[in-house]
């Protein structure tokens, strides 16, 4: 009995490719890419996912002779990409909390309290690691990470192996997404701004009226109480509001 396995190369080669485009957006993608998660554990779910699709999608890669090994490192690069930009989306989505996390901090008074944040290693402002870290644990809550495997799988329609990128329509999807982010991080914060708003024109009629009042040190704690109620009170319809936004950019791209 003789066993041919001379499509082994090639198989190994479109292994290789889808790799890199899943290995890539399992790196960027929020709750699993963190820096919290161990790589191993990062590096074996984009192996087991690689190993589900491949079945599915390796007739969609083309044939390339071993030889020649530019078309392979082409479409290694292609494949990269897609990966970054797919991952990309979910991740800058995920910075609306930031941008709402800070404006908050800042009507609150708490612009310069600053931590470690856990999920990037870096430092940030308390408020916005805060609800960062509650949208990632929303995001496995509600089951949404099963639509960023869905944009995986619908990522070989959009951007099929072998072809040129539509490197308009990527442009366009991630200036989207950024100003996406940044809007609904102000709209989240939008009753923060009204109270620091209103605060602080409170405040500034009374140095006014009285001058001889040390109108920060009284401002200051009474801005830290309510500010705290306010977050207590709307952290809710905040993070109601993210995944709302989230599950709309993630149908888009799935769709």
Do not use: W
Request: glycine content about 10%; aromatic content about 8%.
């Amino acid at each position: 009995m003789q066993v041919n396995i001379s499509f082994l190369p090639a198989l190994a080669v479109t292994f290789m490719l889808m790799f890199a485009r899943l290995g890539t957006m399992t790196m960027l993608m929020p709750g699993i890419g963190e820096r919290g998660i161990p790589t191993r554990i990062r590096l074996v779910t984009a192996l087991m996912l690689t190993l589900v699709l491949l079945p599915i999608y390796r007739s969609n890669y083309p044939t390339v002779p071993m030889a020649n090994f530019a078309p392979i490192v082409g479409l290694l690069i292609q494949e990269v990409i897609v990966g970054a930009v797919l991952g990309l989306t979910a991740r800058l989505t995920l910075s609306a909390l930031e941008v709402a996390g800070a404006t908050i901090a800042n009507q609150m008074g708490l612009g310069f309290a600053t931590a470690v944040d856990p999920n990037q290693g870096q430092q940030g402002i308390i408020v916005g690691n805060l609800l960062a870290m509650l949208g990632v644990a929303l995001i496995f809550a509600t089951d949404l990470h099963h639509l960023a495997i869905g944009a995986l799988d619908q990522s070989y329609s959009l951007f099929r192996p072998g072809e040129f990128l539509p490197t308009s329509d990527v442009t366009q999807l991630m200036l989207a997404v950024v100003s996406g982010a940044f809007k609904i991080g102000v709209q989240l914060a939008a009753p923060f701004l009204v109270f620091g708003l209103l605060f602080n024109l409170g405040l500034g009629l009374l140095a006014r009226l009285m001058p001889q009042l040390q109108v920060f040190f009284l401002g200051l704690p009474i801005s830290l109480m309510i500010g705290f109620a306010m977050l207590f009170a709307f952290v809710g319809a905040v993070m109601l509001g993210f995944l709302g936004h989230l599950e709309s950019v993630l149908l888009g791209v799935v769709r």
